[in-house]
Nanobody
Framework: EAQLDESGGGLVQAGGSLRLSCTASGLAVDAYAIGWFRQAPGKEREGVSC???????GTADSVKGRFTVTRESAKNTVYLQMNDLKPDDTAVYYC????????????WGRGTQVTVSS
């Protein structure tokens, strides 16, 4: 059974940076699309960025230019580099996997909390 584990969340001041990691077991990250999603309290889940198996990337307008998704196949890990963080980026961040970048992927991690203070 596939498993995804997120790490790297934490508390950071506005303008700061964090790098989230999503390490997979039971599937190869370069054979699946890996997406990053977030959900803030009282808000709907939002797609942040996704990397397809062929390397194609899609990024939400709200984070474009600040967040970057990359993949390291040797470590079976996908990263989300988050720069110039804003209080509105505060949320639980999840990684998820499916054969293509979709809104409701099949496999999900348990999430990591990101809190940005003003």
């Amino acid at each position: 059974e596939a498993q995804l584990d997120e790490s790297g969340g934490g508390l950071v001041q506005a303008g700061g940076s964090l790098r989230l990691s999503c390490t997979a077991s039971g599937l190869a990250v370069d054979a699946y699309a890996i997406g990053w999603f977030r959900q803030a309290p009282g808000k709907e889940r939002e797609g942040v960025s996704c990397i397809e198996s062929d390397g194609g990337i899609g990024t939400a307008d709200s984070v474009k230019g600040r967040f970057t998704v990359t993949r390291e196949s040797a470590k079976n890990t996908v990263y989300l580099q988050m720069n110039d963080l804003k209080p509105d980026d505060t949320a639980v961040y999840y990684c998820a996997a499916d054969r293509r970048c979709v809104n409701d992927p099949r496999y999900w991690g348990r999430g990591t909390q990101v809190t940005v203070s003003s």
